[in-house]
């Protein structure tokens, strides 16, 4: 050991000493978090990145070239083909109706979205601000149902669903996301710490009804974690696979769905195929391009709460 | 929290007792004393509808004759799961959903932990990195599987080429159980290892920085801190990643159907997985009796899973967080899954 550490410093010398020595040493190679990282870490993160990345550019590789280039070459080519517009016009061209189906994801992704943030930030306010009686039973109960396995359901919703004549509606596959019980918990936390009693006071005084004083101070407060729940939901929902793959049937798809269609009626057509996994992903990735700062953020703040 | 007056209170004593209330006065003790069940009600109905009305039914279900198309028939008992437990594919599949949960969760977690200690420093451009590792999360596992089935391609996919080209066999990732389990395995990883990187990541930053500086003092090197403070620190959360990634896997459908054009989990249905083997039941043979069964025994078994963790969780870390928050993040990986 050439010098001592910066915390022996401290221990030894006192604070003051061990911040002068911190000014003057340039690559602080602190203890645990304060270390400044050298090349390998980077380069170990950076193949990591490039490994997660490498999929998504092995389809638009694929999704680039014919398929008598992709039967030659097993493993492609890292400079695209010029196949990639003729493709993508061959998927939406398909007797799927891609439109359709992106069309049907939006409107699926942005409903549940908005209602399960919607009903989570109204029960969130009641739960976390409100007093009445059987709020700790309740509340205790939406956290249990929280690790029911619900998907476990599907033989009677889908029962439920062809009564209600809603097989192949899109109806079907909003309603059961309507709500989520980690959403009520999610909001509930997040506004217990977030809305001061006093704001609600204020407004109460100021003869806001209760529903007035909700609209208008908690929803507010709640924006920040509201938007990130939104972005969860939609992401969750966008990805959904086996629930629309049951109801929805052939006839009126959402993305995953067609490209279950996709593959099982062009399995040798693997460059249509990978041009529609590529349709696919492009809204997804856009949003995470704007709003992956967000999907992090939430992450990390509902691991720290959790 | 819980000593402090909620407004509510406060406002209806406002109204004198002696004196006659009037109409709007009563409207708004009403309006407080009824709001908060109003706003707690969507979610309750409709969870009751979609949720918990569904799950208990799928038991009336499982007790009869039920065809896709005919609907109800005679009441026959227990008969439905007596003759799932005696169909050899039930078992297999039970048997490959473990096996694909194993290779998943496993390498998911160590690969998870590594990461996070690497992005556990003072990084520069810090959300690049993070950004960087969550990307496959927002991947479809449909499209996810749809990629990955071409690499893991039999015949001319990328990996069997690149292994022969470097002089080893290739391997039969499709038509035998073992390598079809770690291809479906590596596609799960790949999906979920950033997203649980960032939760292992959150719990490092909770660690207190004097917890290293006494580690260095003591003379521990980097490897040293990871193995003896960073993962005894956050072992209460790679127990709950676990115990998460259980209610998950044990469900795992999309990727196994998606593995081929055909959906049935292999000519030897050497990849198919309990819920896939329910769907096959329910609306390929339009038994939906006997996958309500499978259904109920799929249950059956998380709730055992479920317990065996509590008890490895309370018996670990009984110092750990509450446990309402544990249950929480499960939902949410479930719900995001």
Redesign the interface.
């Known amino acids: 050991m050439s010098a001592p550490s910066l915390p022996v410093i401290r221990q030894t010398a006192g604070a003051g000493a061990a911040r002068a020595a911190a000014r003057r040493r340039k690559p602080v190679d602190g203890a645990g978090p304060d270390r400044r990282p050298r090349w390998l870490t980077y380069t170990l993160l950076g193949l990591f990145i490039a490994g997660s990345a490498y999929p998504l550019y092995f389809a638009f590789l694929l999704a680039s070239s014919t398929s008598a280039e992709i039967a030659q070459n097993p493993v492609p080519s890292f400079i695209p083909g010029g196949e990639f517009i003729s493709n993508i016009k061959r998927v939406f061209e398909a007797d799927i109706d891609i439109w359709q189906a992106m069309l049907n994801s939006i409107i699926v992704s942005t409903a549940t979205g908005v209602s399960v943030v919607m009903f989570a930030t109204l029960a969130g306010y009641s739960f976390a601000k409100l007093r009445f009686r059987g709020r700790r039973a309740l509340l205790l109960f939406v956290i249990g149902t929280m690790a029911v396995p619900t998907q476990l359901g599907i033989v009677p919703l889908f029962i439920v669903m062809r009564e209600l004549d809603l097989v192949g509606s899109l109806w079907a596959v909003i309603l059961p996301g309507m709500v989520t019980a980690f959403g009520v918990f999610w909001m509930t936390q997040y506004l217990e710490a977030a809305l001061p009693y006093e704001l609600i006071e204020a407004a109460r005084v100021d003869g806001a009804s209760m529903f007035r004083t909700f609209w208008s101070v908690a929803l507010p407060a709640a924006r920040p974690a509201a938007a990130m729940l939104f972005l969860f939901t939609f992401i969750a929902s966008w990805t959904n696979f086996f629930w629309p793959s049951i109801v929805l049937g052939t006839t009126n798809p959402t993305l995953p769905v067609a490209l279950q269609l996709l593959q099982a009626g062009f399995f040798k057509d693997i460059a249509l195929i990978m041009a529609g996994v590529v349709v696919s992903v492009v809204p997804l990735l856009l949003l995470f391009v704007a709003a992956g700062r967000q999907l992090v953020a939430g992450i990390m703040q509902g691991a720290v709460k959790g | 929290?819980a000593t402090?007056t909620?407004?509510?209170?406060?406002?209806s004593h406002a109204a004198a007792p002696a004196r006659r209330i009037g109409f709007s006065q009563r409207l708004?003790r009403m309006?407080?004393?009824l709001?908060?069940?109003l706003?707690?009600s969507?979610?309750?109905i409709?969870?009751a509808?979609?949720?918990?009305?569904?799950?208990l039914?799928?038991g009336?279900?499982s007790l009869h004759e039920w065809d896709l198309l005919g609907g109800q028939g005679d009441f026959v008992g227990f008969q439905n799961f007596t003759d799932v437990l005696g169909q050899a594919f039930f078992w297999k599949a039970l048997r490959n959903t473990f096996s694909i949960f194993l290779l998943s969760s496993v390498p998911q977690v160590i690969i998870a932990l590594v990461?996070a200690s690497?992005?556990?420093?003072?990084?520069r451009a810090r959300?690049f990195?993070?950004?960087?590792?969550?990307?496959?999360?927002?991947?479809?596992?449909?499209?996810?599987t749809?990629?990955?089935s071409?690499?893991f391609?039999d015949e001319?996919?990328?990996i069997?080429?690149?292994l022969t080209n470097l002089g080893m066999s290739p391997i039969e990732w499709h038509s035998q159980a073992l390598p079809a389990h770690i291809a479906i395995a590596t596609m799960v990883n790949?999906r979920w290892t950033?997203?649980n990187t960032?939760?292992?990541?959150?719990?490092?930053?909770?660690?207190p920085?004097d917890?290293?500086?006494?580690?260095?003092?003591d003379g521990a090197g980097?490897l040293r801190?990871f193995f003896s403070?960073?993962i005894p620190m956050v072992r209460p959360?790679v127990i709950?990643v676990v115990v998460t990634s259980t209610?998950g896997g044990l469900?795992i459908?999309?990727e196994p159907?998606?593995y081929d054009?055909f959906?049935q989990g292999g000519n030897d249905r050497q990849w198919l997985t309990t819920?896939l083997y329910?769907?096959e039941l329910?609306?390929r043979n339009t038994n939906?009796g006997r996958?309500?069964a499978v259904?109920?025994l799929?249950?059956l078994v998380?709730v055992i899973f479920?317990l065996i963790n509590n008890v490895l969780t309370r018996r670990i870390a009984s110092d750990a967080?509450p446990s309402?928050?544990?249950?929480?993040?499960?939902?949410?990986r479930?719900?995001?899954?």
């Open positions: 929290m402090q909620a407004p509510p209170r406060s406002s708004g309006d407080v004393k709001s908060p069940y706003y707690i969507p979610f309750f409709l969870f509808i979609t949720g918990l009305f569904p799950l039914y799928t009336f279900v990461l690497l992005l556990h420093a003072n990084l959300t990195w993070r950004m960087g590792v969550l990307l496959p999360y927002i991947v479809a596992p449909v499209a996810v749809l990629v990955f071409k690499m391609a001319s996919g990328m069997n080429t690149i790949f950033g997203y960032l939760i292992f990541l959150a719990a490092m930053q909770a660690i920085k917890v290293y500086e006494a580690a260095v003092i980097r801190q403070v960073t959360t709950f209610i469900q459908y999309d159907r998606m054009q959906g819920t329910l769907y329910g609306w939906l996958a309500a259904a109920w799929l249950f998380i479920a967080t309402t928050r544990r249950i929480a993040r499960a939902a949410r479930r719900s995001t899954r």
